[in-house]
């Protein structure tokens, strides 16, 4: 079965400080999607990015980069720099492939307070 | 386009109500889902469908029913509602070609006294 884990459930950072939020997953399946979504205050879920399982490329937008290493089963999220506004919480997600049946499994969350 | 259009916004019901949350979409997306949010447990799977006329249950299926007869719309039931459905209930469509991120519609706050 799919699993995702976020182990840290509260992190609070000092404005301008690089923040890494750690994801781990577990799947039996070769494809997969991992996923990664912020929820501000206002509570909308806000899409981040989508990696396949078959591109293991750091990815970098602006002050969001993202580690996925196969060999750990990780996918985590540093903020660069940052900022009040990324105060939220921010999921892991994981979608496997299977048939058009593609449940999406989330991690409980971290939440971010960042302070000015 | 409006995306995912859930409504009500906000709900409070009486134990033992019945209420339905809607969830609509313009998109043409195959796939639509139904997700619960409770404090410290990140969101849960409800129910999924993959199309018009088939759906599925997910990890929290009890207590909730859904159907699909259009591409469109995917409402889901609440029978007897209990204090445990208190929650903020969201609703994800994706299109079938895999790849895309997951578009959420706002959310439905319920609560259940």
């Known amino acids: 079965a799919q699993k995702v884990t976020q182990a840290q459930t509260e992190i609070s950072v000092v404005e301008k400080e690089d923040v890494t939020l750690d994801c781990v997953y577990e799947?039996?399946?070769?494809?997969?999607?991992l996923f990664w979504y912020k929820q501000p205050p206002s509570g909308e879920l806000v899409f981040l990015i989508r990696r396949n399982s078959f591109d293991e490329q750091n990815e970098i937008s602006g002050r969001y980069s993202w580690n996925f290493q196969k060999s750990t089963s990780s996918f985590n999220f540093t903020i660069t720099a940052s900022q009040v506004v990324d105060s939220a919480v921010y999921f892991c997600a994981l979608s496997e492939d299977r048939s058009g049946n593609t449940p999406l499994v989330f991690g409980k969350g971290t939440r971010l307070s960042v302070i000015a | 386009n409006a995306g995912v259009t859930q409504t009500p916004k906000f709900q409070v019901l009486k134990t033992g109500q019945s209420m339905t949350l809607q969830c609509a979409q313009d998109?043409?997306?195959?796939?639509m889902s139904w997700y619960r949010q409770d404090p410290g447990m990140g969101l849960r799977l409800i129910h999924y469908s993959v199309g018009a006329g088939i759906t599925d249950q997910g990890e929290v299926p009890n207590g909730y029913n859904v159907s699909r007869s259009t591409t469109e719309d995917f409402p889901l039931r609440l029978l007897s509602a209990a204090p445990s459905q208190t929650s903020v209930y969201f609703c994800a469509t994706l299109p079938y070609q895999r790849g895309y991120g997951y578009t959420f519609g706002s959310g439905t706050r319920l609560t259940v006294v």
């Open positions: 998109m043409n997306h195959e796939y």
């Open positions: 799947t039996r399946d070769t494809t997969y999607y």
